[in-house]
């Protein structure tokens, strides 16, 4: 099957190859998926595209006349598709639901670990010979209360790192984990999350219900001084009001692998250039705001599954029409 994969960088090639070991022929293109683009897959049967690819009704309309019949995503994230739009023009969608929560899990604490303990900060100081501890000062985790929002296979590695330190876990998920529950977290409301716990780290989807979900009233009812992890989607923080929360001091530390407009920034070097992103440069003023690329699923592991379940999803529409992961609006509804 010819396969055209949007938004390549020299890590997506090395492992795709590697797991398609010859069975497509997969062309490889730098270019993000959007109308404009759309063009480059000509000739071929699916594409499979990633997290910042605009697969939008414009986008599919041209995808479906140039004969496109599966989108495979090398994510679990579908937010960008346009499922009811897919499913008119007859094009099957698929994703990767679980390349690795460990990755995200872990990262997730990494950054609480950094952010909390001030590592970031020290690792530059000490490189420039300044070894004072002033402004440096963290806390115990230990016995401090974690909210985590959303305990699927992430959230409940996150909930069992942090039981491990001697959090107590709390969380909100409209479906109770019971490994969750087995390990002593305990389910509450969004208001009683929010009002009860020193860190709040998101991992839900992005959905119409879930956009904007950290917003000025949800923040209203934190604790003085909670830190905001979010490693799951962009738009489930509402950025301004972030802002306003670090400037009055509600919000004492905020962890970011995700924004809600990073489609021009993340996985670019933009090191030479003026990133003009106004809201962007502002979070980056702040010496409690700790930022990474999008970088929580980058690992060997995650990258070598991503791969290999792109590739099932691929070959099993070719031999029966159906992808093995796939993605519809009657399985969600």
């Avoid at 010819?2 to 938004?7: L, R």
């Avoid at 190859?17 to 759309?38: D, M």
């Avoid at 019949?69 to 346009?82: E, K, M, P, Y």
């Avoid at 002033?134 to 209360?145: A, C, H, N, Q």
């Amino acid at each position: 099957m010819q396969v055209t994969v949007y938004s390549t960088k020299a890590y997506d090639r090395r492992y795709l190859e590697a797991a398609n070991a010859g069975r497509h022929r997969l062309t490889f293109v730098e270019a993000h998926l959007s109308a404009t683009t759309a063009g480059l897959a000509a000739n071929s049967q699916a594409i499979c595209v990633f997290v910042n690819d605009h697969v939008d009704r414009p986008t599919l309309v041209q995808l479906s006349q140039l004969g496109v019949r599966l989108i495979a995503l090398r994510c679990a994230g579908f937010n960008n598709v346009d499922l009811k739009t897919a499913r008119e023009l007859d094009i099957k969608v698929a994703r990767v639901p679980a390349y690795s929560p460990h990755a995200v899990a872990e990262h997730t604490v990494g950054l609480i670990l950094a952010l909390n303990r001030k590592l970031h900060r020290a690792y530059n100081r000490v490189r420039e010979g300044n070894f004072a501890l002033d402004g440096l000062l963290g806390f115990d985790l230990y016995g401090k209360t974690v909210g985590i929002v959303g305990t699927g296979k992430i959230g409940e590695v996150v909930a069992r790192i942090l039981t491990g330190f001697g959090c107590t876990v709390l969380a909100v998920d409209p479906a109770p984990n019971p490994l969750c529950v087995q390990l002593g977290v305990r389910y509450v409301s969004w208001a009683e999350l929010c009002a009860g716990s020193d860190i709040v780290s998101l991992h839900c989807p992005l959905t119409p219900l879930t956009r904007h979900l950290v917003n000025a009233a949800a923040i209203e009812r934190m604790k003085d001084g909670v830190m905001l992890v979010n490693t799951s989607r962009g738009a489930i923080v509402d950025t301004r009001a972030v802002i306003a929360g670090l400037k009055s001091r509600r919000i004492g530390n905020l962890a970011l692998d995700v924004y809600e407009e990073e489609d021009d920034l993340f996985f670019e070097d933009l090191s030479t250039r003026i990133i003009d992103d106004d809201i962007f440069m502002r979070l980056l003023t702040f010496p409690n705001v700790l930022i990474t690329g999008h970088q929580a699923f980058f690992t060997h592991e995650a990258l070598t599954n991503i791969a290999e379940q792109t590739l099932e999803n691929i070959g099993s529409f070719e031999v029966s029409g159906a992808p093995r992961h796939e993605i519809s609006i009657e399985r969600l509804a």
